[in-house]
């Protein structure tokens, strides 16, 4: 295998939302304003947590975006500005490898 032509560091990350059309504008205005390079609203998935001591269990839509280190502080202010909850909880897959480079800019 070749090594992909672009040095560009990416990582994914994924946050989940109450409602598919709230995921589909997060994911929509990341890509558009260029803070992700990519983005998959996948669902509706079954989550259990433990919030404010509390375990809640209900149905969401999980959100992927992948996006360069760069990138993240602002896609993470992005996410955080528009997410309807006002604690969303955001997981980061560290350094990913994306073999379709480069990402048109």
Do not use: C
């Not at 994914?12 to 939302?17: E, G, H, N, P």
């Not at 205005?29 to 803070?35: C, Y």
């Not at 079954?46 to 975006?65: A, Q, Y």
């Amino acid at each position: 295998m070749t090594e992909p032509e672009d040095e560009t560091e990416y990582l994914q990350l994924s946050i989940a939302t109450p409602e598919r059309e709230q995921a589909v504008a997060l994911a929509r205005g990341a890509v558009q304003g260029r803070l992700a390079v990519g983005s998959q609203v996948i669902g509706p998935v079954v989550s259990m947590f433990w919030h404010l001591g509390e375990f809640g269990e209900r149905e969401e839509w999980r959100l992927l975006l992948t996006t360069t280190f760069e990138q993240y502080p602002e896609l993470e202010k992005y996410l955080l500005e528009h997410h309807p909850s006002d604690n969303p909880e955001v997981v980061i897959t560290g350094e990913i490898q994306v073999f379709r480079l480069p990402y048109p800019s």
